[in-house]
């Protein structure tokens, strides 16, 4: 193994030969630097992914910024090289290190990944081979640095719980700081590493996956996750903060270009809408909104450090922010005449979407996007996302009229109960739309219809439903197709073949690990990739593992079923999450629970939180 | 409006920052320190910097030189004090200067540009000294890139060993034409010389400009 000296003396002669070496050389403006000798622990965040996408990554830049202020810890960067360095690096023999200190990532005390979604599974596999590092908790011991995972994905942690050694559940924010001084504590006393695990169960938030043994039925549906430890908790809880910090402001800035170059502010966490689709809806709550003057000086601050030339407002709902008319003015105000461009996400589809939008410089360069989601009033009370066709008409007509050529539209096809009807009414929305943009200017104007393909998620009203079969999904996007092929009209769709991966991974147990680990031990990595993606591979590696797909895609769960991921709780009960289901079933709306609480389970899980934290911070309304 | 010429130091940290990137660089850098930089006019305006000539993706330079447009008409010393505390790493100011607001683009004045090379394999001086003796005393040095044929040798001004370094590897200096339609590249020099890209360190030490007595410091 080489030491931080070698590996830069190394990099020299590799770097010149692969594509956009600035990847991989850190050094860039406000990282972070300290002296490794001095500093008591090392923590290596990991994003499974290219450099170009992972440096933007806000839960990265959050943790980064918080564990950096501590003066005993050092948190440094690794992300997953392209395909040509990842070569030059093996036939090298250099391991993967992090972009600070050039230190291979196995001299680290802990190493923390990033999950939000399930295509980076075997990027994580492939980041710890990478690292020289053994894949499976099982493997490593008091030599190896402690292996943790977080992110919207560890919500169902199961699939990858052979890899990880400890997952945090929910917001990392405070759970980050527990892991570090539990694990100081541990090293100090020079126990085994049984020792730092079961430690670490006893922190609120944190699920230790080899503490627990599922057991199954015999039809491979699960009886239950049994505790092999008496402190291991039942249920394991996620974290919340119980108000948003103030947002970090020295974010690093990249010396090449990468996706999102721009100040990105969460103004705030959380969604109360209750789409029964929706995963982050659900395991985000409750909301929380950051004050205007704090996402102002958020702003200020960040400019000043990075000199970027792009803001972000970012949230699960802009429209759903309180004051948000006020903030976007006072951005506007602030920041337009400095050559900024603005970008704010998640409107609601009204006319009052386009007066905030006209606020921001440049809005109308881009398109301008909306999220449907449905296009059929039956669906629509299905999926819990009520919008009247003539008041999508209505907006879309204003937004051809007050400029701009281009409208966005989101939709998704395989909900529950969908027939063809809602499909073609999908294709038929579209016509519509498209044809109040010729009527308001002419031929200038241009739809994009996205059509993506819903997934049950864990943890969301859906999780009892079966997902389409590839066969529907194609019946679907053929009628998509054959119907909207007009010149300004675009149609985008996602391939069934990704949707089937993310269907297994999602609700999958933890016999789906092996699968994975099949995958890319079979050449599977940057699954998100269409050059990369090989559905066969995948389909073997099922295959190989005994593990049916359709068990996990295509079935309809009981009612009483337990679930891989029912010992996580998200504080959102599964009694509540029933009920949607069944009124979904019914037809019924749930209203937004900002104005009357339907008593989700937030507010009981989260009392303490709620009573020690100033009654305007949640958005939850009064109980009496 | 101001115009004004920056001489600056690209080094390790900004080696693998390729010239588009250098320029976004650049004008963060001018952002951070609040300096007021003059945009085009049109549809999509865009901040006035011109850079002299694009420096290859893997090399440092102790000589860059950037031209930009200020709308404010600020000292050069005013310029440098917020500009150095904004400075990423990798990028070191060396001076500043006013330049006329009529005076032509600067790409349009470079003449030449100067290299020093460090090979990182040993490699006998006198083995080295021949090697470049061998290309000054060609007549022509016919070469192609990206499928079109060109002469190297007329584009190569001069070659000088230098001192080796304090590690004891080899070093020489190349002035390469660097004129519109006449670009010499340095990596095509190594080349020429059978030395492998990523064995040799380049640093560009010099951009020779044809008229620089017009850009003169402010009094």
Same mark, same amino acid.
């Given at each position: 193994?080489?030491?931080h000296?070698?590996?830069?003396?190394?990099?020299?002669? &590799?770097?010149?030969?692969?594509?956009?070496p600035?990847?991989?050389?850190?050094?860039?403006?406000?990282?972070?630097?300290?002296?490794?000798?001095?500093?008591?622990?090392?923590?290596?965040?990991?994003?499974?992914e &290219?450099?170009?996408?992972?440096?933007?990554?806000?839960?990265?830049?959050?943790?980064?910024?918080?564990?950096?202020?501590?003066?005993?810890?050092?948190?440094?960067?690794?992300?997953?090289?392209?395909v040509?360095?990842?070569?030059?690096?093996?036939?090298?023999?250099?391991?993967?290190?992090?972009?600070?200190?050039?230190?291979?990532?196995?001299?680290?005390?802990?190493?923390?990944?990033s999950l939000?979604?399930e295509?980076?599974?075997?990027?994580?596999?492939?980041?710890?081979?990478l690292?020289?590092?053994?894949?499976?908790?099982?493997?490593?011991?008091?030599?190896?640095?402690?292996?943790?995972?977080?992110?919207h994905?560890?919500y169902?942690?199961?699939?990858?719980?052979?890899?990880?050694?400890?997952?945090?559940i929910?917001?990392?924010?405070?759970?980050?700081?527990?892991i570090?001084?539990?694990?100081?504590?541990?090293?100090?006393?020079?126990?085994?590493r049984?020792?730092?695990?079961?430690?670490?169960s006893g922190?609120?938030?944190?699920?230790?996956?080899?503490?627990y043994?599922?057991?199954?039925?015999?039809?491979?549906?699960i009886?239950?996750?049994?505790?092999?430890?008496?402190?291991?908790?039942?249920?394991?809880?996620?974290?919340i903060?119980?108000?948003?910090?103030?947002?970090?402001?020295?974010?690093?800035?990249?010396?090449?270009?990468?996706?999102?170059?721009?100040?990105?502010v969460?103004?705030?966490?959380?969604?109360?809408?209750?789409?029964?689709?929706?995963?982050?809806?659900?395991?985000?709550?409750? =909301?929380?909104?950051?004050?205007?003057?704090?996402?102002?000086?958020?702003?200020?601050?960040?400019?000043?450090?990075?000199?970027?030339?792009?803001i972000?407002?970012?949230?699960?709902?802009s429209?759903?922010?309180t004051?948000?008319?006020?903030?976007?003015?006072?951005?506007?105000?602030?920041?337009?005449?400095?050559?900024?461009?603005?970008?704010?996400?998640s409107?609601? &589809?009204e006319? *009052?979407?386009?007066?905030?939008m006209?606020?921001?410089?440049?809005?109308?360069s881009?398109?301008?996007?909306?999220?449907?989601?449905?296009?059929?009033?039956k669906?629509?009370?299905i999926?819990?996302?009520?919008i009247?066709?003539?008041q999508?008409?209505?907006?879309?007509?204003?937004?051809?009229?007050?400029?701009?050529?281009?409208?966005k539209?989101?939709?998704?096809?395989?909900h529950?109960?969908?027939?063809?009807?809602?499909?073609?009414?999908?294709?038929?929305?579209?016509?519509?739309?498209?044809?109040?943009?010729?009527?308001?200017?002419?031929?200038?104007?241009?739809?994009?219809?996205?059509?993506?393909? *819903?997934?049950?998620?864990?943890?969301?009203?859906?999780?009892?439903?079966?997902?389409?079969?590839?066969?529907?999904?194609?019946?679907?996007q053929?009628?998509?197709?054959?119907?909207?092929r007009?010149?300004?009209?675009?149609?985008?769709?996602?391939?069934?073949?990704?949707?089937?991966?993310?269907?297994?991974?999602?609700?999958?147990?933890?016999?789906?690990?092996?699968a994975?680990?099949?995958?890319?031990?079979?050449?599977?990595?940057?699954?998100?990739?269409?050059?990369?993606?090989?559905?066969?591979?995948?389909l073997?590696?099922?295959?190989?593992?005994?593990?049916?797909p359709?068990?996990?895609?295509?079935?309809?769960?009981?009612?009483?079923? =337990?679930?891989?991921?029912?010992?996580?709780?998200?504080?959102?009960?599964?009694?509540?999450l029933?009920?949607?289901?069944?009124?979904s079933?019914?037809?019924?709306?749930?209203p937004?629970?900002?104005?009357?609480?339907?008593?989700?389970?937030?507010?009981?899980?989260?009392?303490?939180s709620?009573?020690?934290?100033?009654?305007?911070?949640?958005?939850?309304?009064?109980?009496? | 409006?101001?115009?004004?010429?920056?001489?600056?130091?690209?080094?390790?940290?900004?080696r693998?920052?390729?010239?588009?990137?250098i320029?976004?660089?650049?004008?963060?850098? @001018?952002?951070?320190?609040?300096?007021?930089?003059?945009?085009?006019?049109?549809?999509?305006?865009?901040?006035?910097?011109?850079?002299?000539?694009? @420096?290859?993706?893997?090399?440092?330079s102790?000589?860059?030189?950037?031209?930009?447009?200020?709308?404010e008409? @600020?000292?050069?010393?005013?310029?440098?004090?917020?500009?150095?505390?904004?400075?990423?790493?990798?990028?070191?100011?060396?001076?500043?200067?006013?330049?006329?607001?009529?005076?032509?683009?600067?790409?349009?004045?470079v003449?030449?540009?100067?290299?020093?090379?460090?090979?990182?394999?040993?490699?006998?001086?006198?083995?080295?000294?021949?090697?470049?003796?061998?290309?000054?005393?060609?007549?022509?040095l016919?070469?192609?890139?990206?499928g079109?044929?060109?002469?190297?040798?007329?584009?190569?001004? /001069?070659?000088?060993?230098?001192?080796?370094?304090? /590690?004891?590897?080899?070093?020489?200096?190349?002035?390469?034409?660097?004129?519109?339609?006449?670009?010499?590249r340095?990596?095509?020099?190594?080349?020429?010389?059978?030395?492998?890209?990523?064995?040799a360190?380049?640093?560009?030490?010099?951009?020779?400009?044809?008229?620089?007595?017009?850009?003169?410091?402010?009094?």
């Open positions: 193994m080489f030491n000296l070698e590996i830069n003396n190394k990099l020299e002669r &590799i770097l010149i030969n692969v594509e956009r600035g990847r991989y050389t850190g050094g860039e403006l406000n990282e972070v630097l300290k002296s490794w000798e001095d500093t008591q622990t090392h923590v290596a965040l990991v994003f499974p &290219i450099y170009d996408i992972g440096l933007s990554n806000l839960g990265i830049t959050v943790l980064y910024d918080l564990l950096n202020k501590r003066n005993d810890v050092w948190a440094q960067r690794a992300y997953l090289p392209w040509d360095m990842e070569a030059a690096l093996r036939r090298a023999n250099i391991p993967l290190y992090a972009l600070e200190s050039k230190r291979p990532l196995s001299e680290f005390d802990i190493i923390g990944i939000p979604y295509t980076l599974y075997t990027n994580a596999l492939n980041m710890l081979d690292a020289q590092i053994p894949i499976f908790s099982a493997s490593r011991d008091e030599s190896h640095p402690l292996v943790i995972a977080g992110g994905a560890a169902n942690p199961e699939p990858m719980a052979d890899f990880i050694d400890a997952f945090a929910g917001e990392g924010e405070e759970v980050i700081c527990d570090v001084n539990v694990f100081q504590a541990w090293k100090e006393r020079a126990e085994p049984d020792n730092l695990l079961k430690d670490l922190i609120p938030g944190v699920y230790v996956p080899s503490l043994q599922p057991v199954y039925l015999s039809d491979g549906r009886a239950e996750y049994k505790p092999l430890f008496p402190q291991a908790p039942h249920q394991v809880t996620k974290r903060v119980a108000e948003l910090p103030p947002p970090p402001t020295h974010l690093i800035v990249p010396s090449i270009d990468i996706v999102h170059n721009r100040v990105a969460e103004i705030m966490r959380g969604c109360t809408r209750g789409c029964r689709f929706c995963h982050a809806g659900m395991v985000n709550r409750p =909301v929380r909104e950051r004050p205007i003057e704090q996402v102002i000086s958020a702003i200020e601050e960040s400019l000043k450090h990075t000199g970027y030339e792009e972000a407002l970012l949230s699960l709902s429209s759903d922010y004051n948000i008319l006020e903030l976007v003015e006072k951005v506007s105000e602030r920041f337009n005449s400095q050559h900024l461009k603005t970008s704010l996400p409107l609601r &589809i006319s *009052f979407s386009i007066d905030l006209e606020l921001l410089r440049d809005s109308r881009g398109g301008f996007t909306l999220a449907p989601e449905a296009a059929s009033e669906m629509r009370n999926i819990n996302k009520p009247a066709t003539q999508l008409l209505e907006t879309v007509r204003a937004i051809y009229s007050r400029g701009w050529t281009t409208i539209l989101y939709f998704m096809i395989g529950p109960s969908e027939t063809l009807e809602d499909v073609q009414a999908i294709a038929d929305l579209c016509k519509a739309v498209l044809e109040e943009g010729r009527k308001a200017i002419g031929r200038k104007a241009k739809l994009h219809a996205g059509v993506s393909t *819903f997934v049950p998620k864990p943890h969301t009203p859906f999780q009892w439903v079966s997902g389409d079969t590839m066969e529907e999904i194609r019946v679907k053929d009628l998509l197709r054959k119907q909207l007009a010149p300004g009209l675009k149609l985008n769709w996602s391939d069934p073949r990704d949707t089937m991966l993310e269907a297994v991974l999602t609700r999958g147990d933890r016999r789906v690990g092996a994975i680990y099949g995958a890319w031990k079979n050449g599977a990595k940057f699954d998100a990739w269409r050059e990369f993606f090989n559905y066969d591979t995948w073997a590696a099922f295959e190989h593992a005994g593990i049916d359709a068990f996990y895609t295509h079935r309809q769960r009981d009612l009483d079923e =337990v679930f891989p991921w029912d010992h996580i709780h998200i504080g959102v009960s599964k009694s509540f029933l009920k949607d289901y069944q009124w079933l019914q037809g019924k709306l749930r937004d629970c900002r104005d009357h609480c339907y008593a989700c389970g937030i507010l009981s899980t989260f009392a303490e709620r009573k020690n934290t100033p009654a305007e911070s949640w958005k939850c309304p009064e109980v009496a | 409006m101001i115009r004004i010429r920056i001489y600056y130091a690209k080094t390790e940290p900004m693998y920052t390729g010239n588009l990137d320029n976004k660089v650049l004008e963060r850098a @001018l952002r951070r320190a609040d300096l007021p930089l003059a945009y085009s006019q049109g549809f999509h305006p865009q901040p006035r910097m011109n850079q002299a000539c694009p @420096l290859p993706l893997g090399m440092t102790t000589a860059e030189i950037l031209d930009c447009w200020l709308e008409d @600020l000292s050069l010393e005013e310029i440098n004090n917020r500009l150095q505390p904004a400075l990423p790493p990798g990028i070191e100011v060396e001076s500043i200067l006013s330049v006329d607001l009529q005076e032509p683009k600067v790409q349009t004045l003449d030449s540009t100067e290299y020093t090379a460090t090979l990182l394999d040993e490699i006998p001086a006198e083995e080295l000294s021949a090697r470049i003796q061998n290309i000054l005393s060609a007549d022509t016919p070469r192609e890139r990206r079109k044929k060109y002469d190297l040798r007329p584009l190569i001004e /001069n070659m000088v060993m230098l001192a080796p370094d304090e /590690n004891d590897r080899q070093r020489f200096l190349m002035k390469l034409a660097a004129r519109q339609g006449a670009t010499g340095a990596d095509e020099v190594l080349d020429a010389l059978n030395i492998q890209p990523g064995a360190r380049l640093v560009r030490t010099r951009i020779y400009l044809l008229n620089p007595v017009t850009a003169q410091p402010q009094e």
